[in-house]
């Protein structure tokens, strides 16, 4: 990679190749998957169930690895890191938001929020504060002491939102994470996640069966027969 990349680049897939057997049967999942996402940025990753998507976003999250080829993020090559490096980088670099939020039940928004911080040594008082801040700017200031079972489902994906970019990862993740709600509530959730990304400069890489949200992302990508190309609308 050339190194004028690095500064500007959150993400950098080089030649990744990823394979599964099912038997005595090879399954291509990625072939030769090179991009480059860059601080600002957000970019759609569209393309059939089945063809590669969530791997990709796996891959580029570090929860899994590839057959070969590297990952860059954040300037640092991350191929070779040792598993605790790899959490490491998970925890302080990238954010992920699922179809599903995953909040802990028993805890209420602010604290959900808030403990990915404490995992990485702040303070009560200072993973508080921030998180009060981040769910205020997502519309939920009102909502900090509500349990996700008093939240509605794009109330839920708020949160979840929040707690991604509660470490001040510069590379945010998204698996359909606004496929679970309705159209309405799906617009509003995404129209404030798009917001707050932007707000703080990170990169993106939203995968979404929905071409109408992904047309307002910045560009749009395809995986299909496991070859990543760019997608015009």
């Known amino acids: 990679m050339n190194d004028a990349t690095l500064p500007a680049a959150a993400l950098v897939l080089e030649g990744v190749n990823k394979a599964y057997r099912e038997g005595a049967q090879r399954l291509d999942i990625l072939k030769n998957v090179s991009c480059t996402i860059r ?8 393309g059939p169930s089945g063809s590669g998507k969530t791997t990709l976003l796996q891959i580029s999250g ?3 690895r590839p057959d070969s080829g590297d990952v860059w993020i954040g300037g640092q090559r991350c191929t070779n890191m040792s598993d605790a490096a790899r959490t490491r980088m998970r925890r302080d670099g990238v954010g992920f938001i699922y179809q599903f939020h995953y909040l802990l039940p028993e805890f209420d928004a602010i604290e959900n929020v808030a403990l990915p911080q ?16 981040l769910l205020g700017r997502l ?3 009102q909502r900090l002491h509500h349990r996700p079972g008093e939240l509605s489902g ?15 990862a510069g590379l945010l993740l998204g ?22 990304v932007r707000a703080q400069g990170v990169a993106a890489l939203i ?7 992904a047309r307002r ?8 027969d496991g070859v990543l190309t760019p997608l015009v609308a």
Do not use: C, W, Y
Request: proline share 1%; no cysteine; aromatic share 2%.
């Open 175 to 196: 698996d359909e994470p606004t496929g679970n709600l309705d159209h309405k509530t799906a617009e509003q959730v995404f129209a404030a996640m798009l917001n707050l």
């Open 139 to 141: 519309g939920l200031a």
């Open 62 to 64: 570090l929860l899994d």
């Open 118 to 133: 404490r995992i990485a040594g702040k303070s009560k008082d200072a993973a508080h504060l921030h998180a009060a801040e």
């Open 207 to 213: 995968a979404t069966h929905n071409l109408d949200l």
């Open 154 to 168: 794009g109330e839920r994906q708020r949160v979840a939102i929040a707690r991604a970019l509660a470490n001040g």
């Open 217 to 224: 992302m910045d560009r749009m990508l395809t995986v299909e």
């Open 39 to 46: 601080r600002g940025e957000i970019v759609a990753l569209v």
